[in-house]
């Protein structure tokens, strides 16, 4: 019987780690380590190294990561630089020193610039000027994806480092953070929506024009790609990335605009009032649709279509 790979997935707690650990529970896998930032601070270099040479995994999903919608990191763009780099930077590295071979970074599409042609392929990585709402935090997803590379370039063939890098488009689903004023869209619509349905208020006002376009990809779906893109056989996957361009994008391959979105939103949930539009609030990204070919070359494609996921995702927020 072959033993099973001891696997640490950092930032369990969150929507795409806890989501990590389901799909590796679904596939047999029992040897799983956590730990909450109560009793690890990824932040803290000592006590990260330390976990490291305690727990020895063979394996990491480093999803862990202060996330926010545009006011988040409008508001707390130094939190936002600073929490990410460290957290990657010391579980990356510490990974190396304590030799774990197989490691999983996920990103975001903010690494992209912001006029970026669409969809948003990998080589249009470091192309141009990002979006300044959401700056420091693509800055520190853009050293995270650098941080495999180098650890790859400089340890892949003396010490058998294999560490890749997924960036998921928009995700939604169990988990998400349905904060007022810090979460993502979805998140923040299934919110409103509901507040509005419960106090029969008759008008939803959404931030911005309603015109920008988005991907959404539900949660469950990006877990499973990026426990596929983990277990790809080496050969496969470097056949399809390079040592400087190795992230692969991972999303639906469609996009709706933010208006289509908050009437799928209303629907799942029930209002029945209108929707109007508060032009004065700023838009983000005109488009961000994700090229997914290379990972549909690779085996995967997503499952969850949005009218389902809404439905999943709201039923999650009314039981938390």
């Known amino acids: 019987m072959t033993q099973q790979p001891k696997i ?93 071979q197989k490691l999983l970074f996920l990103g975001s599409s903010c690494i992209y610039p912001k006029l970026a042609a669409q969809p948003m392929r990998e080589d249009a990585l470091l192309t141009g000027m990002l979006e300044p709402t959401n700056e420091p935090y693509a800055i520190a997803k853009i050293a995270g994806i650098k941080l495999c590379e180098s650890y790859n370039r400089q340890y892949g063939q003396s010490h058998g480092v294999d560490y890749r890098s997924v960036m998921p488009t928009n995700l939604y689903g169990p988990g998400d953070n349905y904060h007022p004023e810090n979460s993502h869209v979805i998140p923040a619509l299934i919110r409103r929506f509901h507040e509005a349905k419960v106090s029969k208020a008759p008008t939803v006002t959404i931030w911005g024009t309603g015109t920008p376009r988005r991907e959404f990809l539900y949660v469950d779906d990006m877990a499973a790609a990026s426990v596929h893109v983990m277990n790809l056989d080496p050969a496969i996957y470097s056949a399809h990335t390079q040592p400087t361009q190795s992230h692969i994008n991972v999303g639906c391959g469609s996009d709706i605009t933010i208006a289509q979105l908050a009437q799928a939103v209303s629907q799942a949930v029930g209002y029945q009032g209108n929707i109007d539009y508060d032009p004065t609030k700023p838009d983000g990204s005109p488009r961000k649709l994700m090229d997914s070919s290379r990972l549909n070359a690779l085996g995967w494609r997503a499952k969850v279509a949005l009218e389902q996921g809404l439905m999943q995702a709201y039923q999650d927020f009314l039981q938390h």
């Open 8 to 100: 640490y997935v950092a930032g369990h707690g969150g929507m795409v780690g806890s989501a990590i650990v389901r799909t590796l529970q679904q596939q047999g896998q029992t040897n799983i380590v956590t730990r909450t930032h109560a009793e690890l601070d990824l932040t803290n270099q000592a006590a990260v190294q330390a976990f490291f040479e305690e727990e020895k995994p063979d394996q990491v999903y480093l999803a862990a990561a202060k996330v926010g919608g545009i006011h988040a990191n409008n508001t707390y763009p130094a939190e936002f630089i600073y929490q990410n780099l460290m957290m990657e930077a010391h579980i990356i590295h510490s990974a190396w020193r304590n030799g774990v």
